[in-house]
């Protein structure tokens, strides 16, 4: 009876943290998109097109290009509209590729989602392979190796990996890989080395037990939890890659999307842009952190 | 360990030197323009070549590292300061100060820091004088990028307005401004040092990823960046592979950078 009404408890502050969270990510995104058509409504030149400087065009079609953002200049009638669209599923048109934003949306989501997706499974075997064999290995020559070449994509600027990516001709989306596999390298690599350090460990080691046994299941599963947070954080690193490198190798994702309506000024386009990679980012760090909890809590 | 930290910081002070006498070193002005000898190769008048603009790369490379490497500390500081005024206010007072700044420190740890810098650069003015291209770059390096050290630097604020000494400097009477500043931020230095350099070798990424995508600083005035975009006319790196000189300075200084912190985190 008393494990009972311990349980119901436990679900009740389960489900009161989880709407907490679910309040504060709306209260996030809502205001992520304010920041980006705040900056973007007040970014000088604004309103402003090459084509109002044509000398051939007459006051009243001069007027009539600036009345075309007209719309768009009192912030808070953007935004509230805005929010209003995308509640019945119109995000509006983009300024720049006079279309709507759902279709660009739809063309280019997939492509992103699938070159983010390819970057994390290798960039995440690589780490974890190379993470896990050093932790095997135990050997000060491999450990430099692998720091080195941890090292070297580390210190590389994510623009100048994509150029290098297509100056071998190979395709541009790999390059995400390479961003995201110093980084989780280095924490799993952390990780398994402070594992290695517990009481337990020592002592199956001492009983015998071979170094891919412990690792597997000993190390690893105590481990489990700080991997999905970090699976989480590495979906940001991602997203954040893919900008540059869709920029610079010409693939034709939300990256590019966002790198083109950023150089022009799309003000609709940016705000959906940022609602979408916030949402991604906070759900990432929000499906990683729950798996983490429920493995916590299942351990425990 | 220790003599590779020591070598790497050997190598970043000579970077930095040069940089600093760029005035005094460099052959030529970063912006001299040698007409007939445009896309020259290395030789003994041109270390390094010259672009298709006949400017010399080796001239050019020193001016860079001086504009990187000077101001990529400075955007650092920018940064470290807020994050102490932020961070340190927000674990100091607590309660709804803290939810409140910790709400903007995520709204801002919300989106990748490269998406917010490019959006944020993108916006203002890009057809601007050098100098101010050069200023808005670096400042928007230092004000954007303050938020992961705000959280380090509000932990550490909140630990230690929780101390036993705190307390007793309270019960004592002490006022609040002077509590922060004598007994608290003494305290917190080490965390603020460790932010700062941590900054410096993302603020140098950061400004070469803006330089490449054309979003840096402006020419003739030459930064890291700037002096990468070369890199993009891919045909060429085959033919004059001096072109890739720029990014290997700018792996090592970062290597550099990278070996000397983790020193420190290690001896601390």
Request: charged content about 15%; glycine content about 8%; hydrophobic content about 55%.
């Amino acid at each position: 009876m008393a494990s009972g009404s311990a349980e119901n408890s436990r679900g009740r502050s389960a489900a009161r943290r989880f709407l907490q969270r679910l309040v504060v990510f709306f209260i996030t995104l809502l205001l992520a998109g304010l920041l980006g058509a705040t900056l973007v409504r007040f970014a000088p030149g604004f309103g402003l097109s090459t084509e109002q400087l044509d000398t051939r065009l007459t006051p009243e079609s001069v007027q009539a290009l600036r009345d075309a953002h007209a719309g768009e200049r009192n912030l808070a009638l953007f935004y509230a509209r805005f929010l209003g669209g995308l509640f019945t599923g119109n995000l509006g048109t983009s300024s720049s590729f006079k279309r709507p934003i759902t279709e660009l949306l739809r063309e280019r989501l997939p492509v992103t989602l699938g070159a983010i997706g390819w970057g994390m499974v290798l960039g995440w075997l690589l780490a974890s392979s190379f993470a896990a064999s050093a932790w095997l290995f135990r050997s000060r020559t491999y450990d430099l190796f692998t720091t080195v070449l941890s090292g070297i994509f580390l210190c590389l600027p994510t623009a100048a990996l994509a150029i290098l990516f297509l100056l071998m001709r190979a395709p541009g989306r790999f390059a995400i890989a390479l961003v995201v596999f110093p980084n989780v390298f280095r924490y799993v690599r952390n990780l398994l080395a402070t594992s290695g350090e517990l009481p337990h460990i020592i002592t199956a080691r001492a009983k015998g037990l071979g170094p891919s046994r412990v690792l597997l299941w000993h190390v690893l599963p105590p481990a489990a939890p700080q991997l999905f947070a970090l699976l989480g954080v590495s979906v940001s690193m991602a997203l954040g890659a893919a900008i540059p490198i869709e920029a610079i190798a010409g693939i034709p994702g939300i990256g590019q999307l966002a790198w083109q309506a950023a150089l022009g000024r799309d003000l609709p386009l940016l705000v959906n842009l940022t609602l979408i990679v916030t949402a991604v980012t906070l759900l990432a760090n929000w499906a990683g952190e729950l798996f983490a909890q429920s493995l916590r809590s299942h351990a425990a | 360990m220790k003599a590779f930290t020591r070598i790497a910081a050997i190598a970043l002070s000579v970077v930095f030197v040069a940089g600093l006498l760029a005035g005094v070193l460099a052959p030529a002005h970063y912006a001299k323009q040698f007409r007939e000898d445009a896309s020259a190769s290395p030789s003994g008048k041109f270390l390094l070549g010259t672009d298709e603009l006949g400017r010399d790369r080796f001239s050019r490379l020193l001016y860079g590292s001086r504009v990187s490497l000077l101001l990529a500390p400075c955007a650092a500081l920018l940064s470290t300061l807020l994050a102490a005024l932020i961070g340190g206010a927000a674990g100091y007072f607590g309660g709804r100060w803290e939810k409140s700044a910790m709400l903007f420190t995520d709204l801002f740890m919300s989106m990748p820091w490269l998406f917010l810098l490019i959006t944020v650069r993108a916006v203002l003015p890009l057809n601007t004088a050098p100098t101010t291209s050069v200023l808005i770059t670096f400042s928007l390096l230092g004000l954007l990028g303050w938020a992961a050290s705000a959280r380090v630097v509000c932990s550490g604020t909140k630990s230690l307005r929780n101390s036993e000494f705190v307390l007793q400097a309270k019960a004592a009477g002490c006022r609040a401004g002077r509590l922060f500043a004598v007994h608290m931020l003494p305290n917190l230095k080490p965390v603020l040092f460790a932010q700062f350099w941590i900054s410096i070798p993302v603020f140098i990424l950061a400004e070469a990823n803006l330089g490449i995508l054309g979003l840096g600083v402006s020419e003739p005035l030459p930064s890291w960046g700037s002096l990468l975009r070369e890199l993009e006319d891919f045909s060429a790196i085959g033919l004059q592979p001096w072109r890739l000189v720029p990014l290997f300075l700018l792996l090592m200084v970062v290597s550099c950078f990278q070996m000397v912190i983790s020193e420190k985190e290690y001896s601390r």
